[in-house]
């Protein structure tokens, strides 16, 4: 059986699972047109409307529509209603998307904290400048609740990692000492609401990143698979914190179609592991042993430590070439 037949929807992350730069992941579009169950795409990505993601999402080959989209913007909106009265003057540093979410939700979006904001909603914004975060600064000192779309402090560019939501947050926090409710990953909302969308009982979540969605899956309680196309790479689970530990494991997301007991953290590929003070010993294998499967021999053994391992120590020729990448 399959991983996907144990499951009636997906919960897609976008970049580094999806895509990245906009340019497709191999073998995700294929899989995710063949997968025969829905797919919800949610991202912690504020700068686009929903429509604008369909229409990326569309413009690689997914059939995608603005309701298969869940955002940290829509996501903040909810979180701010719970404050909020419909008409009430709200303060948005972000783009204007998310200015455009906040006024179809009926408040008024205001420009400056003289006009009493009684919530300011921070999403990534390039454009936005020290002034504009001055105007944040000053409404949440005169007690305006402060929510952000999400705390991610890096953002996946072709060029490397660039400066994430949550870096800027740090500065109005900094500036205030008041810490927003953050209203994306890795709070589970978000999944809730995704799998709500499509009336989903076993939804799979797949993702790339252990501290945004594979923490959320934990958090809403759902099961997920890592995908390692993205952030977190073969060090970062081995030294994952049980909250931020996925069900299962992969190169892609092409193992969507693979056995899930084969996906899951244990002996395969012909390895071992065992420990040996508080190192790993990864021994055997065959010239067909993959770097996947040596990951999931070794993770097996890693996350039944008290603390992180300090080595991961190859023996033999097979083990040395699985884990010749993982750094």
Known sequence: MSLLRAHDALLLDLDGTVWEGGRAIDGAVETITA????????TNNAMRAPQVVAEKLQAIG???TDTDVVTA??????????????????????TPSFKELAQ????????????????????????????VLSEAALAIR??????????????????????????????????????????????GAMFVTAAQR?????????????????????????????????????????????????????????????????????????FTARVDGNDILLERGHAESTSVQALRTVLEVAWSMKRPADLIRPVGDHAARAVSDWW
Do not use: C, F
């Open 35 to 42: 997968a025969g169950v829905p797919s919800v795409y949610i």
């Open 62 to 64: 997914l059939d995608a």
């Open 73 to 94: 913007a829509q996501a903040a909106i909810d979180v701010a209603a719970e404050h909020l009265q419909p008409g009430d003057p709200v303060y948005i540093v972000g």
């Open 104 to 131: 179809a939700a009926g408040y008024r979006v205001v420009d400056s904290a003289d006009e009493q904001p009684k919530a300011v909603l921070q999403g990534l914004d390039p454009e936005a400048t020290w002034a």
């Open 142 to 187: 005169n007690g305006a609740t402060y929510v952000a779309s999400n705390l991610d402090t890096t953002l996946p560019d072709p060029r490397g990692l660039l400066v994430g939501n949550g870096s800027m947050v740090a500065a109005v926090v900094s500036a205030t000492g008041v810490t927003p409710v953050s209203a994306g990953k890795p709070q």
């Open 198 to 270: 499509v009336g989903a009982q076993a939804p799979l979540t797949v993702g790339d990143r252990l501290d945004t969605d594979i923490e959320g899956a934990n958090a809403a309680g759902m099961p997920s698979l890592h995908v390692l196309t993205g952030v977190s790479g073969h060090i970062a689970l081995l030294e994952a914190v049980k909250e931020q530990r996925p069900t299962y494991i992969a190169a892609d997301m092409r193992a969507l179609h693979e056995d899930p007991a084969t996906l899951r953290p244990g002996a395969q590929g012909g």
